[in-house]
């Protein structure tokens, strides 16, 4: 039997309680999950606050905590940029430092006991809240589309319009003569499917790993007091890791996928 909060339902059983932290704050027509869009906007102005007031703040004596926080995110950005992309940019290094930190906020929300902010939105009349963007595969997928265009406009900018072209013809298998047309359309399908998959790939991993934690975190919130607190804290614990790690792998992925892109076949 359900008690009524509001006029909403609680959920009577797992199940129920599952599939309630796993549903979306929608708008009227259904089409955009608000929860998804609003947590990473605001998480978005918050590295930037962070960054900006590092930079504010930033001295060349003694530097205080947030500096070299701020200062051990870029070095270690920057080795992975200076070890897989050797072309001139000065785009890349901003833009991989912005991956990296903004999806780690992202995927750094699941750290969140599950029910804290539902609860406290309930006040406000909201019911339904999933706080992790990054366990959103239209998120997911809407980044890695963004890569996508990345990737091609990397490549026309260091190769031309004309040039990026020619490559979509002539590689991965490279022929002349009559040979070429003959595998003009072979390579083309090659390079699209190649093309594709990068954004496939990136989206799939970060959002199979987020969601995958996510559940584990609703299942735990299922379980008595006591086991909460004796499973929550490891999973936490290691949690840390797959966090960071994910971030990581989707900043060094992008940075890899636009060396190759300005590289000639």
Not at 71 to 78: A, D, G, I
Not at 105 to 131: H, I
Not at 143 to 160: N, R, Y
Request: charged residues 10%.
């Amino acid at each position: 039997m359900t008690t009524e909060h509001g006029g909403h339902a609680a959920p009577a059983n797992a199940t129920e309680y599952i599939q309630h932290h796993l549903s979306h704050l929608r708008n009227a027509d259904n089409t955009i999950n608000l929860d998804t869009f609003w947590v990473s906007a605001l998480l978005g102005l918050v590295f930037l606050g962070i960054f900006y007031m590092a930079s504010k703040r930033a001295t060349a004596g003694v530097p205080g905590k947030l500096q070299n926080f701020v200062e051990w995110v870029m070095e270690l950005v920057n080795d992975t940029v200076n070890s897989a992309f050797h072309a001139k940019s000065k785009v890349i290094a901003p833009l991989a430092i912005t991956i990296f930190v903004w999806v780690w906020l992202m995927n750094a929300m699941d750290f969140l006991p599950v029910d804290l902010l539902p609860k406290v939105l309930e006040f406000f009349g909201v019911y339904k809240l999933r706080v992790v963007p990054t366990a959103d595969v239209n998120h997911t997928f809407g980044m890695s589309f963004s890569v996508l265009l990345c990737i091609i406009a990397f490549s026309i900018k260091a190769k031309g319009v004309g040039g990026w072209t020619k490559e979509l013809f002539t590689a991965p298998f490279h022929a002349h003569g009559a040979m070429a047309i003959v595998l003009a359309p072979v390579n083309f399908v090659f390079q699209m499917i190649e093309l594709v998959a990068k954004p496939i790939s990136l989206a799939l991993r970060l959002f199979g790993n987020m969601y995958a934690g996510e559940l584990i975190f609703i299942l735990i919130a299922l379980l008595p007091w006591w086991a909460q607190w004796l499973l929550g804290g490891p999973w936490a614990i290691f949690h840390i890791l797959i966090v960071t790690l994910q971030a990581f792998v989707f900043m060094a992925l992008t940075v890899v996928y636009l060396a190759l892109a300005v590289e000639k076949h």
